[in-house]
Structure formats: C-alpha cells, structure tokens
C-alpha cells in the first residue's frame, strides 16, 4: 500500500490541518479584533485633537482673524512634532461659507483633497464627519459652533502608520508564535497517529493471523479505550470459534466412526447375505448328494456347484475392488477407443441378448489422461447392466459429449430398459443395492469409486426411450505436452 494511503498518514495530516487551520482562524480573527481596536482608538484621539483645535479656532473664527488662526495651527502642530512621530498631517478652517481661511500641511504628507461632497455634506449638516482620506490618513471634519451658530469648520488628516506599525509587529509576533506552535503540532501529531495507529496496527495483524484459520491466539493491545474494548471483543469471538471449532472437530470424528461402524456393518451384512446365498445352494445340494447319491445328476449337481462358486468369486473380486483400492496408473489415452475396447469385450453378451448398439464416439479432442484399466471396468460395468436389464433385446447408446464444458468431457451409456426404480435412484451407487436377481450389488459402487479417483462425477438420470442414462464426467488433465492435472 502506498504511504500516503495509510491510516497514519491521514491521521497526522488531518491533524495538522485541522490545527493549522484552527490556528489561522483564530488569527485572523484576532488580528481583525486588533485592528478594529486600533482604528477606534485611532479616531477617538483624532476626535480629540479636532475638538481641541476647533474650541481653540473660536475667537478667530469670529473676527476672521487669519493670522490669529496659523498661529494657533503652527503651535499645535509644532507640539505634536515635539512628541516624535507627527500625527497630525494637515489642518485646515474653514469660514462659515466652506471658504478656507488658513491651511497647512506637513512636508512629505502628500497632497489632499480640498473639496468634494464630503466639505459640501458637512457644510450642510452639522455632523462630525469621519472618514479615510487615503490608507494611511484619516480625515476628520469638525463642525464650529457659536451659541448655536455655525461659524466655521475644522478639517484636520491623522496618520494611521503607528496602526499600521503595531499591526505589523503585532503580526510578526503572531507569525513566530504560530510557527513554533505549527511546529509543536507536528510532534503532537505525530505522537497521536502512533499512539492511534499503533494499537489498531496491532489489532488488523491479530486479525490477519485470524483470518489465516490461528483461532484462539489472543491480541494483546496496549490501550483501554475503544480499541482496547473491540480487541477484548475480537479475543472473546476468537476463543468462541476455537472452542467451536474442536466441538465440531469431534462431533465430525465421533460421527464419521459411527458412519465407518455404519457403513461396515452394511458391507458385512451384504457380503454376508450375498456369501450365503451360493453357499447355501451347494450345501443343500451336497445334502441331497449325501443322502441320495445319483450318479446320474453328478454332472448336473456339479454344474450347479460350479455356477454357485463363480458367483462367490465374482462377489469376492468386486468387493475387493471396492474396499481395497489400487493406485491409478495414469496415461493419456483416446476415450473413443476405451469405449470400443470394452464394448468389443461384451460383443458376445450384446448379440446374444438382441442389443444393437449405437456408437456415437467422434470428438475433435478425445484424449484424456486416465487409468484405461479402470474406465473400461466402469464402462464394462454399465453396458452388462444394460444387457441384464433388457432380457427381450434392446437398444444401448454410448456417446462422447466434449462441447459441454472446456475443463470436462462426458461420456454417456443410455439404455432402453426399464429404468431404474424411484426409491433406488438415490441409493444406486451405494454396495450392495441391485435390482437383479444373481446381481453382487457392487458393480454401480466400483464404477463410482473409480470415476472419483479420477476427480470425475458419475450421475443418473431418465434416458429419453424410459430407459437409465448414466453420464460420466472426466476432466480433461490438462495437455498432452506433458502438463497435466488430476489425482493419482
């Protein structure tokens, strides 16, 4: 994962950011609060200075005394310049028609206005007019009053550079502190993102080792808030599972020796029953001998005899293939010629029972790696079904199926017998189950066995004449270049 994707990351950036940006609001507003103050500040003394030259200018005013006037102006001025830092730029009087009898104006203050609609509104008002004249003046125009009468006005300009001064340094001195608290913020932030990631670091790694199936394995986190309580939760779940677990462990173990105790007691009842039947016959049979010797029936008794003990082999062999499974010996084989190769061991049993049989075995892609042993006993298997299971002649179907999936291949044996009754389907391919007379019940269970060893699937369905259909499924194994799948 990149790193700046990571939790801590954005953590500490969402910190700073938040910080920073609290820290610039603050400012700004604080530094707005400073300067509304300064400005207030700033009018109220240049208010001041106004009322004082205009109760000063009264006795001039009255007789128009303009020498009496630049007297009272310098001296002012003169005082204010004694203090250091000039503050006062500009003072003019104005006679009781706007006329202007005296004015003067420091050097280096730049020009100013000396007419306009502010000296006409307060020629007309008997307001005190307060504005800015330009950023660094502001301009205060002072009525003169005589007993009511307007006598004259006073108009002076005070500097507004000792605001902007003590705004800078005020600033600067912001800018250091913010800096240094900025930078208190970076460690601060860093320290909480590992004081938050760390934990939940260590909790996403319990969780993984979790998820790879260590169930019970405890994580231990070093915090007592939420994420302290969600690991106690995650321990409490993990041990739950654990103890759920082994619980289905043994229930598993302790049910599969009841189905392996199950399943043998059914073997051994149907290789019982299937023994006894043929031993039965030949004991009774060796009874008559006993009791009436007939030289005449010898042949015959014997016969019997002979018949009885192929049955007991065939019930031996095929529960032997069943129990007792041999190892796959694998080879890349053409499936169409396996089929021919077992229906040519049945053609005897096929034309003495009326079958004509319908090959259709054309694939574009017939090779499979398989054990051509096995699959030809399965297909044996299934066509002698088909033979027993149409005494009066029939037909059988036999096909490869390769276009239905690209890692399978099907083969399929369909008959036109009977079919196989409802309440067997689902027992069909298990031991012993048969619905044939002289039949071991065993034939169906190797044919699953060995189609599973393969990694294949065998199903049965209704054949379209009312006749069984078994479907194989075999996967392909890969390619005959050597690369292949599959067990055994």
Known sequence: ??????????????????????????????????????QKELEKRGIQIARTLATQCVEPLLYEDRFG??????????????????????????????????????????PYFTGGGQLRTAMETRKLLVSYYDPHTLDIVMPVFVQNHRVGTVRIGVSNRSVATTLGDLRSKVV?????IVLGGVFIGLWLAHRIIHPLRILTQGASRLALGHWGERVEVPAKDEIGQLAHTLNVMSRKIRESLEEIRRTQESLARTERLSALGTLSAGLAHEIKNPLTSIKMILQAMER?????????DIGVMLQEVSQLDQVVSDFLAFARPVPLERKWRRLDEVADEALALLSRHLQQGGIHVHRDLEDSDPYVWIDP????????????????????GGRLWIRILSHESPSEIALEVED?????????????????????????????SVAHRFIAEHGGRIQLT???????????????????????????
């Open 1 to 38: 994962m990149p790193w700046y994707r990571s939790l801590r990351v954005r953590i500490f950036f969402l910190i700073i950011w938040l910080g920073v940006g609290t820290i610039f609001i603050l400012t700004t507003f604080f530094l707005d609060h400073e300067r509304k103050a300064l």
């Open 69 to 110: 006037l630049y007297e009272v102006i310098q001296n002012y001025l003169d005082e204010d310049s004694a203090e250091g830092d000039p503050f006062v730029q500009y003072v003019l009087v104005l006679d009781r028609a706007g006329e202007i009898l005296v004015e003067k104006q420091r050097m280096g203050s730049g």
């Open 176 to 180: 250091t502190y913010v800096a240094i």
């Open 292 to 300: 009436d010797p007939d030289p005449r029936k010898l042949k015959e």
């Open 373 to 392: 042993a096995k699959i030809k006993q399965v297909l044996v298997n299934l066509v002698l079904n088909a033979v027993q299971a149409m005494p009066e």
């Open 416 to 444: 036109t017998g009977p079919g196989i009754p409802p309440d067997l389907t689902g027992r069909v391919f298990d031991p012993f189950v048969t619905t044939k007379e002289r039949g071991t019940g065993l034939g169906l």
């Open 462 to 488: 209704h054949g379209t004449y009312g006749g069984a259909l078994f479907r194989i499924y075999l996967p392909r194994g890969g390619n005959r270049d050597g690369n292949h799948s599959g067990r055994g």
